[in-house]
Every structure is written in C-alpha cells, then in structure tokens.
C-alpha cells in the first residue's frame, strides 16, 4: 500500500491540512499483487520524504503546542486573555454560572401586551376637556355681559348703601389662616420624609454585596491562580481567540458539567464494567503526554458489544463511562504555565471492519462522544492517531469530517497496518509502546517503562550484531524484539580472559512473524566478558531492532 504523507501548515498561515502516515488506499480492497507493488512504492515514498521533504518530517513526528505562559503569547493574544478574565469576573460577581435561569419568554411579553390594551385610555381622558373647550367658547361673551349688569348693580349698591369696613376683615384673617394652615403641613411632610430618609439610610449601609462565586473547572477554580490561564487559554483557542464565543462556551461548559452532575460522576463506582481493554492509558510519548489507548476490535466481542450499546440506557451509560474516565485522567494533568496539560490519542482499528458502518449503534455512540469532547473538552487532544486503519475508513473519516474543527482535524495521524510500530515509533519510545502495537511495554517481567530501550536498523540481506558487555560476575538481563521479526536470532557469551571457552546462550532459530513478540532472557556470569547477540536478516527489507540490558548482582 501507497505511503502519502500531509503535513499540517502553520496555524497562523493557511488552514491545517490533516496529517496522514498511512497505507490506506482510497479506492475498492486491493489484492495481494497491488499490496506489493505499492509497499515498495511506499519505500520509494520514505526515501524522497527523508531527502526531499526532510523539514516537513520534522513537522509531523513532533507536533509544536502553543504555550501557556502570558509572557509567549502574542499581543493580540493578551488581549483576548484580559478581556476574557473581565467577563469572567463580571459573571463571577453576579453569580452568572449558578443563577437559576430567566423566566420564560411568554411570562415576560404579558405586561407588555396589557399595556398596550391600555393605552387608548389616556387618549379618551385628553379628548374631553378639548370637547369641553369646544363648547365653552361662546360663554366668553356671556360672561362679559353678565359682568357688566353686576358691576353696574354693585355701582347702584354702593352708591345707595356704603359698605361697612368690618365685613373686609374676617376675609383677610381666613385667607391667612389657609396659608399657615398649608406650610405647617408642608413643613410636616418634609420632617416625616427626612426622618424616613434617616431610617432607611443606615439599613442601607449595613447591606453590603455578596461575595463573588467560586467556579472550578477540570479542578482548578478560575481565576483562583496562574493554572486558570491555562484553562481559559484552551477555550480561546478553541474559538480563535474570540472573546465573546469563548466566553459563552465557557458558561456552556459550566452548564453542561452541572447538568451532567460531574462532581458525582467522578466518585460514582462500578461503571464500565469489561471495558478495561477499550480504553485505557498506558505510558507517556517524548515529550511527557499521558497516552490514551482506544481499541474498538474489542467490540467483535458480541456479549460484549449488547452489553454496550444495545439499548439507549446502555449506550447512556457508555458515555458516562467514557466521560468519567476522562475526567479521572484530565485531573491528574499540571495545568501550571509549563506543565503538561493535554493528552494523545491512540484509536486501534485492527478487527473493526465493518463495526463502524454496519453497526448503527457503535456510530451513535461514537458521534455523540465526539460531539460531547470538542463541545465541553477543548484542546486537550495534542495529537491523535490513527493505527492499523483499514481500507474502507478513508471513507468513513470523510463522513465525520465535518462534525470536526479544522484545527483538530491538523492534528490527526493516519497508520496502517504494515506503518503502525513505524508511525507510533515517531512519537512513543519503544519501552512506553504495548507490545501489542510492536514495542517493549508489558505487565511483569524484569524491565518496565523506566528501562530505556535502544533503536538499530538492520540492512536488508545482512547480519547485525549487539554486544551487551559485563564487568564483573553477575546476572546479565535482556529484552530483544525485531519487528515483524522473520529473521534468524542467537546468543553467545564471549569472555574477555585469552583462552576462554565461549558459551552458546540461546541456539540460533528462525523467528516468524507471529511466533514471539518480545525474548527475553538472563545469564548468569562469574567472569568479565560480553554477551553477543546475532541477527540474521535474509530478506530484502530493513528490519527495527529494539534491545535493553541492565545488570543484577547475583545472589
């Protein structure tokens, strides 16, 4: 099968092109002649992209994440970052993440709609007096003449009879009587007005606001300490460093972890039941990442699969799972400006043929997890890959493509079977790769993650040989393991005194393909010397040779 090899652009540049290391034709299964001709295309392909392309290599095997630190950021950047702390401290005061939320839309509209029934009234009332004025317009004149017989009957009156002086003064006494009467009430009023000004005065000072509200994502409570930045920083990038859209997929995922009851999610026990070897973590990658390993050939298992996704409850109850194992994991990530704080992703699809698209359940569960990740989980994903990918996947990638961002989409990785240990080699150190994908890690034994393991190529038609050298008397301890073995191995112990017998440790034997995964073996040694180990490649392809040693004292 073809290797292609897309190399994911700058993200400030042009829009990331997916990352693909594969084997994967586009078109229908290929025989077995195509399958030959394009492995040796591929190995054509491997030798132009190490002369050729040699920067672009670089690019895809170790994938640059932004940093954390404000003082690396951009300024547009820094920007972005303070006015997201603003808006997040402007909800915390006013208990934005745990208010209960707004009253229907419906309730709201009714007092408006009363009012509006209501406003005809006022105008009625304005109508009135202008009816009134209408009409009182002639009686200006009457009033002149009805004037004028008054005044001439007053003249008539006073010349025959004079008014007396008394009369005048009861009138003068009321008047001021009214006006007296009048300030003492306003004088009253006011007295009243500014005692209960006094009164409530102090109840006011004594309120004071409430304090703003604690809200913790991941663990880490925002804007508590330097980690928040770290947490704020994956939603800006998220949306582009729009301040606005990240703000509100903050709230978002606030509202999601609370209706989601995470916190009990995360001390709940007895979920996933026989979903250990679906998903799992195992060792770390080069640069410090916890790995995190999806097999879904396990669900060829069919009581296992009904046990699954047989049902919406059960397919609930998955993504509970899924969702509790990810937080579990997300909280012992270091969110400080320099730690590490996303994870890699390794999908298997080795024995899934068909699962995927024949099985409706499986592609339910699995769009929604994905919907569920980039919604509430954003950028925690530094890469992820996809190994023993077969022919038909090309096509389903096409159709979940657009469920995904085109920044997470630069970050996927794309490996056949026959590229899979090649294309995880890139990123893991051989002793931190399941023996399963073609490296050292395995439960017991004598060495574990900690033992650095060593890379060597062996040529095509040629032998290859490694000398474990031993000081002193000991136990000589080793792990060797060709992959795709098919070659001839032995050992021997060769000492350093002139005239020393050589032993034969292990006979030389073919190994096949699927014989053994990893030899190990021990020898003990009361002399100094060196244990030879022989490869013997017959075939016309280079082989990857992994080996560690360490030495134990003898008892």
Same mark, same amino acid.
């Given at each position: 099968?073809?290797?292609?090899?897309?190399? !994911? !652009?700058?993200?400030?540049?042009?829009?990331?092109?997916?990352?693909?290391?594969?084997?994967?034709?586009?078109?229908?299964?290929?025989?077995?002649?195509?399958?030959?001709?394009?492995?040796?295309?591929? +190995?054509?392909?491997?030798?132009?992209?190490?002369?050729?392309?040699?920067?672009?290599?670089?690019?895809?095997?170790?994938?640059?994440?932004? /940093?954390?630190?404000?003082?690396?950021?951009?300024?547009?950047?820094?920007?972005?970052?303070?006015?997201?702390?603003?808006?997040?401290?402007?909800?915390?005061?006013?208990?934005?993440? $745990?208010?209960?939320?707004?009253?229907?839309?419906?309730? =709201?509209?009714?007092?408006?709609?009363?009012?509006?029934?209501?406003?005809?009234?006022?105008?009625?009332?304005?109508?009135?007096?202008?009816?009134?004025?209408?009409?009182?317009?002639?009686?200006?004149?009457?009033?002149?003449?009805?004037?004028?017989?008054?005044?001439?009957?007053?003249?008539?009156?006073?010349?025959?009879?004079?008014?007396?002086?008394?009369?005048?003064?009861?009138?003068?006494?009321?008047?001021?009587? *009214?006006?007296?009467?009048?300030?003492?009430?306003?004088?009253?009023?006011?007295?009243?007005?500014?005692?209960?000004? =006094?009164?409530?005065?102090?109840? %006011?000072?004594?309120?004071?606001?409430?304090?703003?509200?604690? +809200?913790?994502?991941?663990?880490?409570?925002?804007? !508590?300490?330097?980690?928040? #930045?770290?947490?704020?920083?994956?939603?800006?990038?998220?949306?582009?460093? %729009?301040?606005?859209?990240?703000?509100?997929?903050?709230?978002?995922? &606030?509202?999601?972890?609370?209706?989601?009851?995470?916190?009990?999610?995360?001390?709940?026990?007895?979920?996933?039941?026989?979903?250990?070897?679906?998903?799992?973590?195992?060792?770390?990658?080069?640069?410090?990442?916890?790995?995190?390993?999806? !097999?879904?050939?396990?669900?060829?298992?069919?009581?296992?699969?009904?046990?699954?996704?047989?049902?919406?409850?059960?397919?609930?109850?998955?993504?509970?799972?899924?969702?509790?194992?990810?937080?579990?994991?997300?909280?012992?990530?270091?969110?400080?400006?320099?730690?590490?704080?996303?994870?890699?992703?390794?999908?298997?699809?080795?024995?899934?043929?068909?699962?995927?698209?024949?099985?409706?359940?499986?592609?339910?569960?699995?769009?929604?997890?994905?919907?569920? @990740?980039?919604?509430?989980?954003?950028?925690?994903?530094?890469?992820?890959?996809?190994?023993?990918?077969?022919?038909?996947?090309?096509?389903?990638?096409?159709?979940?493509?657009?469920?995904? $961002?085109?920044?997470? *989409?630069?970050?996927?990785?794309?490996?056949?079977?026959?590229?899979?240990?090649?294309?995880?080699? %890139?990123?893991?150190?051989?002793?931190?790769?399941?023996?399963?994908?073609?490296? @050292?890690?395995?439960?017991?034994?004598?060495?574990?993650?900690? #033992?650095?393991?060593?890379?060597?190529?062996?040529?095509?038609?040629?032998?290859?040989?490694?000398?474990?050298?031993?000081?002193?008397?000991? &136990?000589?301890?080793?792990? &060797?393991?060709?992959?795709?073995? #098919?070659?001839?191995?032995?050992?021997?112990?060769?000492?350093?005194?002139?005239?020393?017998?050589?032993?034969?440790?292990?006979?030389?034997?073919?190994?096949?393909?699927?014989?053994?995964?990893?030899?190990?073996?021990?020898? %003990?040694?009361?002399?100094?010397?060196?244990?030879?180990?022989?490869?013997?490649?017959?075939? /016309?392809?280079?082989?990857?040779?992994?080996?560690? /040693?360490?030495?134990?004292? /003898?008892?």
């Amino acid at each position: 099968m073809a290797e292609e090899t897309k190399i !994911a !652009a700058p993200e400030t540049a042009a829009p990331a092109k997916e990352v693909v290391v594969c084997d994967v034709p586009v078109a229908e299964e290929p025989t077995k002649a195509a399958v030959e001709k394009a492995e040796e295309a591929a +190995v054509e392909g491997e030798k132009e992209t190490e002369c050729g392309e040699e920067g672009k290599v670089t690019e895809s095997v170790s994938f640059k994440e932004e /940093s954390n630190k404000v003082d690396d950021l951009i300024d547009p950047e820094k920007k972005a970052l303070d006015e997201l702390k603003c808006l997040i401290q402007e909800a915390l005061n006013k208990h934005e993440f $745990t208010a209960p939320p707004p009253p229907p839309p419906a309730a =709201a509209e009714e007092p408006k709609s009363e009012e509006v029934k209501e406003e005809p009234k006022p105008e009625e009332v304005k109508e009135e007096p202008k009816s009134e004025e209408v009409k009182e317009e002639p009686k200006p004149e009457e009033e002149k003449k009805e004037e004028e017989k008054i005044e001439s009957c007053e003249a008539v009156s006073e010349a025959a009879l004079p008014a007396p002086e008394e009369k005048e003064t009861p009138v003068v006494e009321k008047v001021e009587e *009214k006006g007296e009467a009048a300030e003492e009430i306003k004088e009253t009023i006011v007295q009243e007005m500014k005692a209960e000004e =006094a009164v409530a005065a102090p109840a %006011k000072e004594e309120v004071a606001p409430p304090a703003p509200e604690e +809200v913790s994502i991941w663990g880490v409570p925002l804007l !508590a300490d330097e980690r928040s #930045d770290a947490i704020l920083l994956k939603f800006l990038r998220a949306r582009d460093f %729009k301040v606005k859209e990240a703000f509100t997929m903050v709230k978002n995922v &606030v509202a999601w972890r609370k209706e989601f009851k995470i916190d009990e999610l995360l001390v709940e026990e007895g979920i996933g039941e026989g979903l250990e070897k679906v998903v799992y973590v195992n060792g770390v990658d080069k640069e410090g990442h916890p790995i995190c390993y999806n !097999a879904f050939g396990e669900f060829q298992d069919k009581e296992l699969y009904s046990n699954t996704f047989s049902d919406a409850e059960k397919r609930a109850e998955f993504l509970r799972f899924y969702i509790q194992f990810l937080e579990k994991n997300i909280r012992g990530l270091d969110f400080s400006p320099e730690g590490i704080c996303t994870i890699v992703q390794v999908t298997d699809l080795k024995n899934s043929p068909g699962l995927f698209v024949t099985k409706k359940e499986l592609r339910q569960a699995t769009n929604q997890a994905l919907q569920l @990740l980039q919604d509430n989980y954003p950028e925690f994903v530094a890469k992820q890959v996809f190994i023993n990918v077969p022919w038909w996947y090309v096509t389903y990638n096409r159709v979940i493509s657009p469920f995904l $961002t085109q920044r997470t *989409k630069s970050k996927f990785v794309f490996a056949g079977p026959t590229k899979t240990a090649e294309t995880l080699f %890139k990123y893991v150190a051989p002793e931190q790769v399941p023996v399963q994908y073609g490296g @050292l890690s395995k439960s017991g034994g004598e060495f574990t993650t900690a #033992d650095t393991a060593v890379e060597e190529m062996i040529k095509p038609t040629s032998k290859h040989t490694i000398e474990l050298p031993i000081s002193e008397g000991g &136990v000589l301890a080793w792990e &060797v393991r060709v992959v795709g073995w #098919d070659i001839c191995y032995g050992a021997e112990f060769v000492p350093s005194a002139e005239g020393g017998y050589t032993w034969i440790v292990q006979k030389s034997r073919k190994i096949g393909q699927a014989d053994e995964d990893v030899l190990s073996c021990s020898f %003990k040694i009361g002399e100094p010397g060196k244990v030879v180990l022989t490869f013997d490649n017959q075939t /016309s392809k280079k082989k990857k040779l992994l080996f560690r /040693s360490k030495t134990k004292c /003898s008892e």
